[in-house]
């Protein structure tokens, strides 16, 4: 296709006149049909603000593929709002959504033959979702980011809807008053884009301009700035060179595409679903990549960013004073990334970085220098133990107390422990225990970020441990370990704890244990009974039917051939 620039759909045979009646009604002229054809997954919606800007964008690189000399398609693909769908039965769709997305924007590229995808999304399983499916395609493809919304304010202070959140937490421990509440509630989403700290979104965006997959500066612009359309439109016409050829997205999410995107999440201390993800992009790359992994990355790579959850600033902030490839040339000067990685532009990372200054701008304070870091290493830390065999991950910066050894509070659901947590029953010194919230038991692993904003609210953030075989938002912070696998409803050990148990938390050593006797534990284990399937029928039932560990992704085509 270098040499001719031909359709792939002309070559298996669209060139007959049936064919071409249908690509006419389209739009299609007689000098369209050797051209290569462009799809766009487009995510909009109205669902949410993180993807209700991205129809401008997709129409943005519409003009940006004609104009490069292609023709575009433009397919829809699904949403759903985690932040809407926070604490209720709907959020068990939300990490099955991934999957979706990934089997949509597959089927409709394959089903129509399409030589190259443009993708376009804002939420946080839009992102993860189109990269599975530009994996396990291996056509040219390319991703753009529909942009972080821009921060709220309320008596001088930048707020996003993890304020909203926690919010809730400080008016039911009677620290805020109705009024304060509405307040915030208000003011916290101020229009288009997605959350705007250092939650999901912006991590994932940051981790495929990491990667190579997106354009350099592309993840931290405002969706409603201009440079993010503009941004947009460049994006076509570097995919449609792409085209041209042959860069394949299996030439760019190599091994070494991996272990920079990990190395950036580290340094702008993003969010524990990045594990999840990059698990399950790997997979559909045929890259090996483990939990460990992380865990080793972690130990080098020092946190350099100042940003929400746990920090002052958001990621708008970030992107005024440098952005992504300022953070990406600190760790190349520092022999921590792969320079020699290929992006979808043809350069390569020392290439697109070779202008970009080594040291952040004086003045400010959201990007530190290498000397002055704000945590010397990782944040997103993988702890083992009996009560996490194959792992589980935890945040371990910003906690003033990183160990915790206390009873075992036990709680079947989300529900029953957000409950507790709002009528006062949870105390200092507390491990609570939420389970059978993973991939199969949910199903569909819920973010427990209701419980975590609501101990935050309360005061209790620096005293009270929690664990889960689910998963926490992106603008979860706490002593909290997330993705505990085995998980409760496979027989893990998660599963055997009795209420007052007591369990270790312990980040600097990187474990999680339950103090129970081998022996004790095993005779659980005769005694535990698989609980039945909450769903039977539909895709939930499906999900849960199909769906690994989280220690290797939640992928649902494991062991497939």
């Given at each position: 296709m270098a040499d001719n620039f031909r359709s792939k759909a002309v070559t298996q045979g669209v060139q007959r006149s049936p064919n071409r009646a249908m690509l006419r009604a389209v739009g299609f002229t007689d000098q369209d049909f050797t051209k290569p054809i462009v799809g766009i997954a487009n995510g909009y919606s109205t669902i949410t603000p993180c993807n209700i800007g991205l129809n401008d964008l997709a129409k943005r690189a519409e003009t940006g593929i004609k104009d490069a000399g292609a023709m575009p398609q433009m397919f829809g693909t699904i949403t759903v709002s985690d932040g809407i769908s926070m604490g209720t039965e709907g959020m068990k769709y939300s990490l099955v959504s991934r999957e979706v997305i990934a089997d949509a924007i597959e089927t409709a590229c394959n089903g129509q033959s399409m030589d190259g995808v443009l993708a376009v999304g804002g939420c946080d399983k839009n992102m993860p979702g189109a990269m599975i499916a530009i994996a396990r395609m291996n056509i040219p493809a390319i991703f753009v980011y529909g942009g972080t919304i821009k921060p709220g304010r309320h008596n001088g202070c930048d707020l996003t809807v993890v304020s909203a959140f926690e919010a809730v937490g400080q008016y039911s421990a009677g620290k805020i008053d109705e009024t304060e509440l509405t307040a915030v509630e208000e003011k916290a989403c101020p229009g288009a884009g997605s959350c705007g700290g250092m939650y999901t979104a912006n991590t994932m965006s940051s981790?495929?301009?990491?990667?190579?997959?997106?354009?350099?500066?592309?993840?931290?612009?405002?969706?409603?700035?201009?440079?993010?359309?503009?941004?947009?439109?460049?994006?076509?016409?570097?995919?449609?060179?792409?085209?041209?050829?042959?860069?394949?997205?299996?030439?760019?999410?190599?091994?070494?595409?991996?272990?920079?995107?990990?190395?950036?999440?580290?340094?702008?201390?993003?969010?524990?679903?990045?594990?999840?993800?990059?698990?399950?992009?790997?997979?559909?790359?045929?890259?090996?990549?483990?939990?460990?992994?992380?865990?080793?990355i972690r130990g080098r790579v020092p946190v350099l960013c100042d940003l929400k959850p746990s920090g002052?600033?958001?990621?708008?902030?970030?992107?005024?004073?440098?952005?992504?490839?300022?953070?990406?040339?600190?760790?190349?000067?520092?022999?921590?990334?792969?320079?020699?990685?290929?992006?979808?532009?043809?350069?390569?990372?020392?290439?697109?970085?070779?202008?970009?200054?080594?040291?952040?701008?004086?003045?400010?304070?959201?990007?530190?220098?290498?000397?002055?870091?704000?945590?010397?290493?990782?944040?997103?830390?993988?702890?083992?133990?009996?009560?996490?065999?194959?792992?589980?991950?935890?945040?371990?910066?910003?906690?003033?107390?990183?160990?915790?050894?206390?009873?075992?509070?036990?709680?079947?659901?989300?529900?029953?422990?957000?409950?507790?947590?709002?009528?006062?029953?949870?105390?200092a010194g507390d491990v609570i225990v939420v389970r059978y919230e993973g991939p199969k038991g949910g199903p569909g692993m819920r973010e427990m970020l209701a419980p975590t904003s609501a101990i935050i609210g309360a005061g209790l953030g620096d005293s009270v441990g929690l664990i889960t075989d689910g998963r926490f938002s992106g603008g979860t912070y706490g002593l909290v370990v997330g993705h505990v696998a085995p998980e409760a409803a496979v027989g893990g050990a998660i599963a055997l704890v009795k209420e007052g148990d007591t369990i270790t938390i312990d980040a600097p050593a990187r474990s999680l244990n339950l103090h129970v006797s081998d022996a004790e534990l095993e005779e659980r284990r005769q005694q535990w009974q698989p609980p039945k399937h909450r769903y039977t029928r539909g895709v939930l039932a499906k999900y849960a039917k199909l769906v690994s560990s989280s220690s290797v992704g939640a992928v649902t085509d494991l062991g497939l051939g």
């Open positions: 981790a495929f301009e990491a990667m190579g997959m997106s354009l350099p500066y592309s993840s931290t612009m405002a969706a409603e700035d201009a440079e993010k359309a503009d941004s947009a439109e460049k994006s076509a016409a570097v995919l449609v060179e792409a085209i041209r050829q042959q860069r394949l997205p299996r030439e760019i999410l190599t091994r070494k595409a991996f272990e920079n995107a990990i190395a950036v999440i580290m340094a702008v201390g993003g969010s524990t679903n990045s594990v999840l993800h990059l698990l399950a992009i790997a997979h559909a790359a045929g890259v090996e990549l483990s939990m460990d992994d992380f865990e080793t002052r600033y958001v990621t708008l902030d970030l992107h005024r004073v440098g952005g992504i490839p300022l953070v990406m040339k600190m760790l190349l000067a520092h022999d921590i990334l792969h320079g020699d990685a290929l992006t979808i532009t043809g350069e390569t990372i020392a290439e697109v970085l070779a202008n970009v200054p080594e040291e952040p701008p004086a003045g400010q304070d959201v990007i530190r220098p290498w000397h002055n870091p704000m945590y010397a290493q990782g944040h997103l830390a993988i702890l083992k133990g009996n009560l996490a065999t194959e792992g589980a991950v935890a945040k371990i910066t910003g906690v003033k107390k990183p160990q915790i050894t206390g009873p075992a509070r036990v709680f079947e659901s989300e529900e029953a422990c957000l409950d507790a947590i709002l009528a006062s029953k949870i105390k």
